[in-house]
């Protein structure tokens, strides 16, 4: 364990490597503190409980995740380029971080960091999804609509394929998931473009 890095930063280390191998509940707050080789207070400081502390690991992930997706968009400047880059973003990342992706996809654990960047993100998201949809290629965006629309069907089949231990994902099926997404959100008539 690097001995530079700080007690809160080596628990959430090691207990996102825990619990993206094992889950969150096989883990105890004991066995992650002697990894991170740090003292019972200093746990206990930074982390009152494990739910805490999967909720602290939660935030993080989802923080990444976001970044990633975020900045895929900013590199997309064409609306449909976007959209499909946002769902191959989404089902690359969890092939890659399957058992992080198994924790983002399992129960959310809320916190104030959680809110804090799920508030930036839906701003980001908004603010490239507005230009497109002001010159009439995108459907308004309503945020809890638009993000079941664009990766709800990924992020159910995401669940499904996890849990059967594939180890990769075909390119196909992720520009299935692409086209529909496009499909869906992509204005279709002149009443959505106005």
Known sequence: MPRGQDARGRLLEVARRR????GTLAPTLEEVRRE????????YHHFPD??????????ELIGEYQTGFVATLRDSDIAERGIRSGVTYHLRWVEQHRGEAALLLGDRLDSDALRQSNREFFAAVGD?????HTYGMLRPMQPGVTAALWLGPAQ????????????KLARSTVETFADAAWATLRANTIEEKI
């Open 19 to 22: 619990f993206a191998a094992d």
């Open 36 to 43: 991170a080789e740090v003292s019972v207070g200093a746990l």
């Open 50 to 59: 494990k739910h805490a502390l999967a909720a602290a690991v939660y935030a």
């Open 128 to 132: 490239w999804w507005r230009p497109h």
């Open 156 to 167: 159910e089949f995401s669940r499904y394929w996890l849990s059967h231990g594939e180890t």
